[in-house]
């Protein structure tokens, strides 16, 4: 007899630690009583990790130290889907989770999203050199959604809401066809260390 092969699909569930705390030590990430990122320092993302899903308790600690966390809290992972679980100040230490290419892409366009990162910047913009504006007041933790665009290497411009540019352009980033992406605006407002982005791919 010859058994018939049925293609299931993927059902797991994946995310990935971006550390967003300015003068935050280095962090390691448990779930369940599991190391899963070990020594992750500021700016820094880990790659994406696959997880069953479901709700798993997730402990930032300090580095190299496993006695009291820095922050404990339940995430919920959905099946078939990616996630960026960045950690934040909101009050305490907080895990704001971010659910990762969630749309439908076609290989003929570059999806984009513009998130901040900086609790202590103004609203912000996004904007193109010749001033066409992809997004608009984006506040410290909103969620925004992605932005349809031609595959190409572009600059770009982000200034406060009011009109003026933050720091110098961020130039060359190459925006692939049928491939999302996420620029995360990072660090401290008139401070240090100084207002920064990170330019990152996200797996569908």
């Known amino acids: 007899m010859t058994y018939l092969r049925i293609n299931t699909p993927d059902v797991n569930s994946g995310f990935r630690v971006l550390h967003a705390v300015p003068n935050a030590p280095n962090v390691d990430v448990y779930a369940n009583g599991s190391l899963l990122v070990s020594n992750l320092s500021f700016s820094s993302i880990s790659k994406y990790l696959t997880l069953t899903p479901g709700t798993y308790e ?7 130290f496993y006695d009291t966390p820095l922050a404990t809290q339940n995430v919920q992972l959905a099946p078939n889907a990616n996630y960026t679980i960045s950690v934040v100040t909101l009050g305490g230490l907080f895990l704001f989770k971010l659910r990762d290419a969630s749309i439908a ?19 912000l913009n996004l904007n193109l ?17 992605y ?19 933050i720091n110098k352009n961020i130039k060359d980033l190459t925006l692939e066809g049928g491939k999302l992406y996420t620029i995360y605006v990072l660090g401290v407002f008139n401070g240090k260390p100084q207002l920064g982005y990170l330019f990152v791919e996200d797996e569908r």
């Open 58 to 64: 997730l402990q930032i600690y300090r580095s190299g």
């Open 105 to 123: 892409v076609s290989p003929d366009s570059s999806y984009l999203r513009f998130i901040n990162l900086s609790q202590t910047a103004p609203l």
């Open 129 to 145: 050199p010749n001033g066409t504006q992809l997004f608009n007041s984006v506040e410290y933790l909103e969620t925004t959604g």
């Open 147 to 165: 932005y349809t665009t031609s595959p190409g290497i572009y600059n770009f411009v982000v200034e406060f809401s009011g009109g003026t540019v």
